[in-house]
Every structure is written in C-alpha cells, then in structure tokens.
C-alpha cells in the first residue's frame, strides 16, 4: 500500500501564491507518475496537473497553465504544486494521486491512490 498526505493548504487573497506537497510513504518502489486534481463544492473531481517519473514531463489543465507549476522530488517521494496568481474559482480540496505507470496522465480513473486532500481557499 501507499499512502499519500497533501499539504500546505491554506486561505489565501486572490493574486497570491500558495506550495502544496504531497509527501508518498509505504511500498512506493518502482517509477509512477503523480497528479493533482481538485473538487470545489457542488462540482465533479477535475484535473489539475500531472508530472511523470524519469522524464519529468508535466501535463496542465488549460485552466491553470502559466500560473500552476507541479515538480517532484523523486528522492523524498514528493511531489509539490507552486500555485500563483490564485482566484476565487481555484477554490477547491485539491488531491494528489499516485499511478504506478511512469505515463502521466488526465485521467483520474487510472491513478492508484490519493491523498485525503487539503483546502485551498482563495478570497477575492
């Protein structure tokens, strides 16, 4: 099993900034990629950002390109998200989710596991 503990979730004024991480522990041996997706009220679980294992490519939701960077630290089993520029619509419980497969991808259906989620709060 692996489990999965976001941080760094916080209120915060729109136009600010904000770094969640998502620290992995457990059996995580082997190459995965890892996402973050997020869930404001009233609304389905979405995308936000995905990093592979060795290559570092990234994928972005086009609603958050140039203002959300995802990296990782493949030593730590980390993986963090540099939010900038934040609005009031990136309000959300923001999760990180592992997929055992070093293809990063959109699709929350093929991640293994998640993190329990923290909440970002933007205020206008």
């Known amino acids: 099993q692996v489990q999965l503990v976001e941080s760094g979730g916080r209120l915060v004024q729109a136009g600010g900034s904000l770094r969640l991480s998502c620290a992995a522990s457990?059996?995580?041996?082997?190459?995965?990629?890892m996402g973050w997706f997020r869930q404001a009220p009233g609304k389905e679980r979405e995308f936000v950002a995905a990093?592979?294992?060795?290559?570092?490519?990234?994928l972005y939701a086009s609603s958050v390109k140039g203002r959300f960077t995802i990296s990782r630290d493949n030593a730590k089993n980390t993986v963090y998200l540099q939010m900038n520029s934040l609005r009031p619509e990136d309000t959300a419980v923001y999760y990180c989710?592992?997929?055992?497969?070093?293809?990063?991808?959109?699709?929350?259906?093929?991640?293994?596991?998640w993190g329990r989620g923290t909440q970002v709060t933007v205020s206008s």
């Open positions: 989710a592992l997929r055992r497969n070093n293809i990063a991808t959109i699709r929350a259906g093929l991640y293994d596991y």
């Open positions: 457990g059996r995580t041996f082997g190459t995965y990629a």
């Open positions: 990093i592979n294992w060795s290559e570092g490519i990234t």
